[in-house]
């Protein structure tokens, strides 16, 4: 399995599958929509994030989206994971500990001081994210009214 980052062509691709899993990533929030999705995906690519992929025999295994993070809290150069996917074949192999390392490794390399990344309730990811050392700072409350 080889870690890299995207090209063009694959990017592309990649943002068109990270609009179809939002739905699965969002624990069900969020629907599958294209506007929507590119309306959010694309000004991130546009300000300097990208993906690392994980390549298995020439097909994409995984992904995970990074860049930096514009928060106005932020008062140390913050780096942002703001997609991480593996393929259902691929999953409980550790291939997003790889890829969540590999982003880290990056970041760092870029002279990032700390990550942020958002996990929604329920999300199986999030074990993940604490074995990493990611620790809650926030949480989010919704109400929906009628």
């Not at 062509?9 to 969020?30: A, C, K, Q």
């Not at 994409?60 to 809290?73: E, N, T, Y």
């Not at 140390?76 to 997003?96: C, E, H, N």
Request: proline share 3%; aromatic share 10%; net charge neutral.
């Amino acid at each position: 399995m080889i870690i890299r980052k995207a090209d063009q062509n694959e990017t592309n691709t990649l943002l068109y599958m990270t609009i179809n899993v939002m739905s699965e990533s969002t624990m069900g929030l969020v629907h599958n929509d294209v506007q929507m999705g590119m309306n959010m995906f694309v000004p991130l690519l546009n300000s300097g994030s990208y993906y690392l992929i994980a390549v298995d025999q020439n097909q994409i295994a995984g992904w995970v989206l990074i860049g930096p993070d514009f928060s106005p809290v932020n008062v140390q150069k913050t780096g942002s994971i703001t997609s991480l996917y593996v393929f259902p074949f691929y999953r409980k192999m550790g291939l997003g500990k790889q890829l969540m390392q590999s982003a880290i490794q990056q970041l760092k390399a870029e002279g990032f001081q700390k990550v942020m990344l958002n996990v929604y309730t329920g999300n199986p990811a999030k074990q993940l994210y604490e074995t990493l050392g990611f620790t809650d700072i926030s949480t989010v409350m919704e109400l929906t009214i009628r």
